[in-house]
């Protein structure tokens, strides 16, 4: 089983950078210019390279490292991201990057690069952990750097072809060259760029001056801070104290520690997370490679006590494919 208390932290965070900063009083309404954030995850994101994790923790910290060809607002529609417009049946999909996008590096970005990425995850021999997730199986895209477009197709229909592949975190050139600087590093399109990684502690990004793109129609504003700080902290208690102590700016919860943070009247956001998983290795030869197996293996386990356990009684047993647990994200000082 793996618990991700966090999983959509990212999005909310990342959102949040615009209005929020360090310093201040709990729960106050200023922004700050430059300064320090300070993110607490609860599990290390290990490998950062974006095209072989499937872990939470890690995608919360690429969040703030790459972009992707769309984004979606607070209502769930496609906005705007890397690229600028875009159409789509279900085997076909077709992107026109922005022309004033850039990687960290200052070098432009280019359709032949961004074609590149979605090849490279959609080759099943690179085993890329994003296959079959944001590229579909057998897609393969190409590319005119003139026309700054991106096409990508599908041997079988897949729907919302344009909202799949759309959501792969872009990588650039030099990454794409040699995967070890991405490890403990990057090289994308992101706000921030890596300054320094700890494993199991800490990582401190820096904010590009020259970043000037965002989701939709997001433009450069107030309350952006100069450096992120990214604090691995597993146990919830002691994140809460961090929060209130004035230690961190944000953090995310589902544990029983929500009822003293939301009593401090903190700025809040509360999100449906899917807080726990059941994870099998599928491997041929391997026992759970049998489907009736991993039925029984499931079957065998009392979910409704489990629910309780993970969530400590705040969460609810999934009813669908998709799960929906209680989880709130607090941000101090925003």
């Avoid at 021999?125 to 991106?150: E, H, M, Y």
């Avoid at 599908?154 to 995967?179: E, N, Q, W």
Wanted: one cysteine or more.
């Amino acid at each position: 089983m793996k618990t991700i208390p966090t999983i959509v932290t990212a999005g909310v965070l990342a959102t949040s950078l615009v209005a929020c900063g360090g310093g201040g009083a709990a729960g106050g309404q200023n922004l700050v210019e430059g300064g320090t954030f300070t993110f607490l995850i609860s599990a290390d994101p290990g490998n950062l390279d974006p095209h072989f994790t499937s872990l939470s923790a890690t995608y919360q910290v690429d969040k703030f490292l790459y972009d992707s060809l769309v984004d979606t607002d607070p209502d769930g529609k496609l906005v705007a991201g890397l690229a600028e417009k875009w159409s789509a049946t279900t085997t076909e999909a077709t992107f026109t990057l922005r022309p004033d996008v850039t990687c960290a590096d200052g070098t432009p970005l280019t359709a032949t690069q961004v074609a590149a990425n979605i090849n490279f995850v959609g080759d099943p021999k690179n085993a890329s952990s994003r296959l079959g997730i944001f590229v579909p199986p057998g897609a393969t895209a190409t590319a005119d750097d003139q026309k700054r477009t991106v096409t990508v197709t599908t041997p079988t229909p897949a729907s919302f072809l344009d909202r799949i592949v759309g959501g792969l975190h872009i990588v650039c050139g030099k990454g794409m060259a040699d995967r070890s600087l991405l490890k403990q590093g990057s090289d994308g399109t992101g706000m921030f760029t890596v300054k320094e990684a700890v494993a199991g502690d800490h990582y401190t990004l820096v904010r590009r001056r020259d970043y000037t793109w965002g989701p939709g129609d997001w433009k450069p504003g107030k309350g952006l801070p100069d450096t992120v700080v990214i604090k691995v902290v597993s146990n919830e208690t002691t994140a809460a104290n961090l929060l209130l102590s004035g230690g961190a700016n944000a953090a995310g919860f589902v544990g029983p520690d929500q009822q003293r943070l939301r009593a401090q009247k903190l700025f809040q956001k509360d999100v449906l997370a899917m807080v726990g998983e059941l994870w099998f290795n599928e491997k041929a030869g391997l026992p759970t490679a049998d489907e009736e197996l991993r039925r029984a293996l499931v079957q065998a386990v009392d979910l409704d006590e489990l629910t309780k356990v993970i969530t400590s009684g705040t969460g609810s047993r999934a009813r669908r494919r998709i799960s929906g647990a209680s989880c709130a994200a607090f941000c101090r000082a925003c």
